[in-house]
């Protein structure tokens, strides 16, 4: 090999980028003083871009594949240079390396709660998180819009930017969807579907595409949240009155903790009569649908029971005469039914007289 041969092998440039990180989304190639050389060889890998810059201007854009270069391959450059004849000396220019895969897992989610107005429920606070997925597809957008002269841009300086967008256009998407609140559950496809598509134009003009958007959760108002989940234990007991008799022996079992252990065994005695009375209703129904066209069973009288300050019940004539022979209800019990203007000692009340009547005296002393 001679002199010339071998200096000329020496001016040969390898130009590349091997990506070891995960977020990178640009690349400036560094080489001392910009200087490339004629004949220098450009490896661009799969999932890049190389895009050529000429004091400032935009060049020639390279996509994957490997490339010598001369003034065959680099025609705006050869143009921004003025060569005529092609070029012997080594000429300056940037080269920026571009990541164009899949950038995913990215997260957004609204820092505070928005608002909307729902049928069902007036005016409601709603937070709302979710992932979504963005790759570059206009390089020269991209740098132009976005990167401009970072040597090193990473997904990270774009991402808040680009969360601020989806959140507005999210809560748009919401607004205009009309959904019910209680639909937004088993709607979050159709949702992230809708938000998409309106994403897609406002990442264009960043020169990116947003590939995948999805809402992982909208949460509600913790209140209103507990509203729900009462009313679905209710619909799970399916009537009212069973949902009121639920609530009445929880009250019964506070009121036994308040006197310090000593009901116990009152609340034993009104739990069972709960789960009587429940019963009871269960087979009335039941008889009801047995018997067809035959006439209703006469109206049972039920009274309501208040003890220790909390109401309970209510209770019909023979779980209150369970209770009166266990001493949970004496004469001077206070009792309601529907139609009284107020609640009366239970010896006062025609219906129950006969309950306190029937007990046998305490036995004499020893």
Known sequence: MGLFDKLKGELIDII????????????????????????????VRESQVAVFINEGELADVFPPGKYELTTNNLPILTTLKGWKYGFNSPFKAEVYFLNTKRFTNLKWGTPNVFYIRDADFGRVSLRAFGTYTMKITDPVKFIKEVAGTDGEFTSDEITNELRSLIITRFIDAVGESKLALLDFAQNYKDL???????????????????TKF?????????????????????NMLGDINKYSQMKGADAMEKAAGNTGGSGS?????????????MMNQNKGTQNQHNTGNMPPPPPIIQFFVSVSGQQTGPFDINTLQQMAMQGQLTK??????????????AGQAPELINLFGAMPPPPPPQ
């Open 16 to 43: 590349e980028w091997i990506d070891s990180t995960s977020d990178t989304m640009v690349y400036r190639f560094e080489r001392k003083g910009n200087e490339i050389k004629n004949g220098a060889q450009l490896t």
């Open 192 to 210: 992230s579907e809708f938000c998409q598509s309106k994403l897609g134009e406002e990442f264009t003009e960043y020169g990116l595409e947003i």
């Open 214 to 234: 999805l809402i992982s959760s909208i949460s509600l108002p913790e209140e209103l949240q507990k509203k729900l989940d009462e009313g679905t234990g209710m």
């Open 265 to 277: 065994g009152m609340e034993n005695m009104m739990g069972m009569a709960m789960m009587q009375q």
């Open 332 to 345: 001077d019990s206070l009792v309601w039914k529907q139609g009284m203007q107020s609640w009366i000692a």
